[in-house]
């Protein structure tokens, strides 16, 4: 079974740095594109950066310059690293990727979210 583990969540002031780590586990076969999601209450979960398993990336506007998506293929993992922190930066942190299992087609799957709590 195929699943997605995040760590790295916590606090920290405003200007701090926190670095996420997610890595995918299970019979799989491949991965595509790796991102990462937040979601504040009452709000929809909404893209944060996403890298290609070629390494292109995209990032929301609101974390371009400060935030910074990597992968490592071999580890099949991604990484948020993210520095200059804001307190609206403050939301669950959630890992998603498109995984192809050993058997079965591609599919999208979630991590279990962490939170990243940021004070002024």
């Known amino acids: 079974q195929v699943q997605l583990v995040e760590s790295g969540g916590g606090s920290a002031q405003a200007g701090g740095s926190l670095r996420l780590s997610c890595g995918a586990s299970?019979?799989?076969?491949?991965?595509?594109?790796m991102a990462w999601y937040r979601q504040t209450p009452g709000n929809q979960r909404a893209l944060v950066a996403a890298?290609?398993?070629?390494?292109?990336?995209n990032y929301a506007d609101s974390v371009k310059g400060r935030f910074t998506i990597s992968r490592d293929n071999v580890q099949k993992s991604v990484y948020l690293q993210m520095n200059s922190l804001k307190p609206e930066d403050t939301a669950v942190y959630y890992c998603n990727a498109d995984i192809r299992p050993l058997t079965g087609r591609f599919g999208n799957y979630w991590g279990q979210g962490t939170q990243v709590t940021v004070s002024s």
């Open positions: 890298i290609a398993d070629g390494g292109s990336t």
């Open positions: 299970g019979s799989i076969y491949s991965v595509a594109t």
